[in-house]
C-alpha cells in the first residue's frame, strides 16, 4: 500500500467514527417522534448496504434502470450523511461551548434542542443531497482565452466522465454532440472515462458514440488513475474508436504545435516528465496533457507552455478541501511563471452521481 493509502486510513476511521456519532443522534430524533426503532437501524443498514455496493461494483447488476436507481439512491444517501455529519458535529461543539459559558439565548436553545437543532439539520442535509443528485445531471460549456500562445486554436477538452457512474449510456451520444458543437481544432480527453462501474457493455457504447468525435487537428487520449488501475489495455478501446493514444509520448501537429501525452502517476510505467520532454522542441509551443494536475514546477521549467487536466471534479462537493491539499491546483486557470494551467472539474462524477457547487462542464479554450 502507497504512503497516500496509508495516510489515508486514520483519516477513514474518523470519519467513520463521525458518522456513527451522527447516526445516534438521528436515531434520538427518530425515537423523540415516536417511530419504531427497529426500522431506523434496518433502514440505515439498507442504505450503507446500497451505498457499498455502488462504490465497489454497481455493474453486479445489468439492468441499467436497477443500476440507476442503485446509484441515485446511493447518491442522496451520501451527501445527506457527508453535510449532516458536519454540521451534526459542529451543532455539538456549539452546545460544548454555549455550556460552558452558560448562554441562554434562543438561538442556543434552538441548536441544543433536538427536535429542533438536530431536525433543522436533516431537513437542510436532505434539500442539499436532491440539489447535489440534481446539480449533477446537467452539465455546461466553460471557455478560457488565452494570447499569445503559437497560432490561434480552439481547443475542446473533456475529461473524468466516470461512464457507469455519473455518465449513463443514453448521454455518450449528448455529450458528443456538446464537444462537436464547440467546432474544436483539437479535442483532448484527459482520462477517467471509464472506473470500476464502466461494464464492458458500456465500453463498447463509448467507442461507438466517440468514433464520431473528429476535429481537424485530431482527438487525443490520456489515461486516468482509475484506467490505470485495470490490468488491462483500457486506452485500446480508445484506440479502437479512432482516437489517438498519448502514454508519455509527444506529438507535434502540422501547425508546428507539440502534443505532449502523460502515463497516469498511480501507472508504474510512467516515465518521469523530464524523459518525455527531451526530445521537444523549445521554440515551438508545447501543450501538456496529465490527468492530475501535478508537476506544475518542473513542467514551466521544462518549457511547458499549458498544461490542462483533469481528477478534481473541482472538489465535487462545496467545502471539500482535500483536492486543493492533494494536488497543484484544484479548478480554474492560473499563471506559473510562462505556463497557463488549465484544470477542468470534469462532465462526471467519482464514486456517486453527485455534485455541488462545481459544474459538469465540456471545456474550451480559445488560442488567440
Known amino acids: 500500500m502507497s504512503n497516500l493509502g496509508v495516510g489515508l486510513i486514520p483519516i477513514g476511521l474518523v470519519g467513520m467514527a463521525a458518522e456513527i456519532y451522527a447516526m445516534v443522534k438521528f436515531y434520538q430524533l427518530w425515537k423523540r417522534f415516536g417511530l419504531v426503532k427497529f426500522l431506523y437501524w434496518v433502514l440505515q443498514f439498507a442504505l450503507n448496504c446500497i451505498l457499498g455496493v455502488c462504490l465497489c461494483r454497481v455493474t453486479l447488476f445489468e439492468n441499467e434502470i436497477v443500476k440507476s436507481s442503485l446509484l441515485r439512491v446511493s447518491a442522496l444517501y451520501f451527501v445527506f450523511m457527508l453535510y449532516s455529519t458536519v454540521l451534526i458535529l459542529l451543532r455539538q461543539l456549539v452546545c460544548v461551548i454555549g455550556k460552558r459559558y452558560q448562554w441562554k439565548n434562543r438561538c442556543y436553545k434552538f441548536i441544543r434542542s433536538t427536535k429542533r437543532g438536530v431536525g433543522s439539520i436533516l431537513v437542510f442535509s436532505f434539500v442539499i443531497s436532491v440539489v447535489a ?60 472515462m471509464f472506473d470500476h462501474n464502466t461494464s464492458e457493455a458500456l465500453r463498447q457504447a463509448t467507442v461507438k458514440a466517440f468514433s464520431k468525435l473528429s476535429a481537424p487537428y485530431g482527438v487525443f487520449y490520456v489515461e486516468g488513475n482509475h484506467e490505470a488501475k485495470f490490468e488491462e489495455d483500457t486506452a485500446g478501446y480508445f484506440r479502437k474508436a479512432g482516437i489517438q493514444v498519448l502514454l508519455d509520448q509527444v506529438t507535434t501537429l502540422p501547425n508546428g504545435v507539440q502534443i505532449a501525452g502523460r502515463r497516469d502517476f498511480s501507472d508504474e510505467e510512467q516515465l518521469s516528465l523530464e524523459t518525455v520532454l527531451s526530445g521537444t522542441d523549445k521554440e515551438r509551443p508545447l501543450i501538456l496533457l496529465s490527468h492530475q494536475p501535478q508537476e506544475y514546477k518542473e513542467a514551466e521549467k521544462l518549457g511547458v507552455d499549458l498544461v490542462v487536466s483533469g481528477h478534481t471534479h473541482g472538489g465535487q462537493f462545496f467545502g471539500n478541501v482535500l483536492t486543493y491539499l492533494g494536488n497543484d491546483m484544484n479548478y480554474g486557470m492560473k499563471k506559473l511563471g510562462n505556463m497557463t494551467a488549465i484544470t477542468s472539474s470534469g462532465v462526471g462524477a467519482m464514486g456517486v452521481p453527485a455534485k455541488l457547487g462545481v459544474p459538469n462542464e465540456v471545456v474550451v479554450v480559445e488560442v488567440k
Open 133 to 192: 443528485l440534481f446539480w449533477a445531471q446537467y452539465r455546461s460549456e466553460t471557455t478560457y482565452v488565452l494570447d499569445g500562445f503559437g497560432e490561434s486554436m480552439k481547443m475542446t477538452v473533456v475529461s473524468d466522465a466516470h461512464i457507469g457512474t455519473a455518465v449513463l449510456r443514453s448521454d455518450l451520444p449528448e455529450i458528443v454532440e456538446e464537444i462537436q458543437a464547440t467546432k474544436p481544432d483539437i479535442i483532448f480527453i484527459l482520462g477517467d
